[in-house]
């Protein structure tokens, strides 16, 4: 009798065990709002402190934790629960994304005019170094 409840107890260790390991294997999200999961685009493999995510190619941004679209809108920056129609084509699960990292401020204007003013031009003033000389 005593082997039996040893197996027994055995086998339920080892089964805790086992899923201890797989809930281990998913993501670890940090979330703002507890119980509330990330846009389905957004899953992370680490764990990161983000709470803006920019869409270079559409020039939008996401803010994580008031769960808002950050875009330009006849010249200023609008939060929507939504994006507009004209980013209805967009496919935010294969759209590329850059995570906003070490910012965490309110004003997304400030920090866009900083990094991404220039975005897209090219700034050398530098000539060419294949170009022909004498």
């Not at 010249?75 to 070490?102: F, S």
């Amino acid at each position: 009798m005593d082997s039996n409840q040893e197996n027994k107890s055995l086998m339920l260790f080892i089964i805790v065990l086992i899923l201890l390991f797989f809930a281990s294997c998913g993501p670890v999200v940090l979330s703002s709002r507890i119980g509330e999961p990330p846009p389905p685009w957004f899953y992370p493999n680490r764990l990161e402190v983000v709470r803006y995510v920019y869409f270079p190619e559409y020039s939008f941004y996401y803010d994580l934790s008031a769960r808002t679209y950050i875009y330009l809108d006849g010249g200023v920056w609008v939060r929507r629960n939504v994006l507009p129609t004209k980013y209805r084509h967009v496919d935010l699960n294969r759209a590329r994304y850059e995570r906003i990292r070490n910012y965490n401020e309110e004003n997304i204007r400030r920090y866009h005019e900083e990094n991404n003013a220039n975005r897209g031009r090219s700034n050398r003033t530098a000539t060419r170094s294949n170009s022909k000389r004498n």
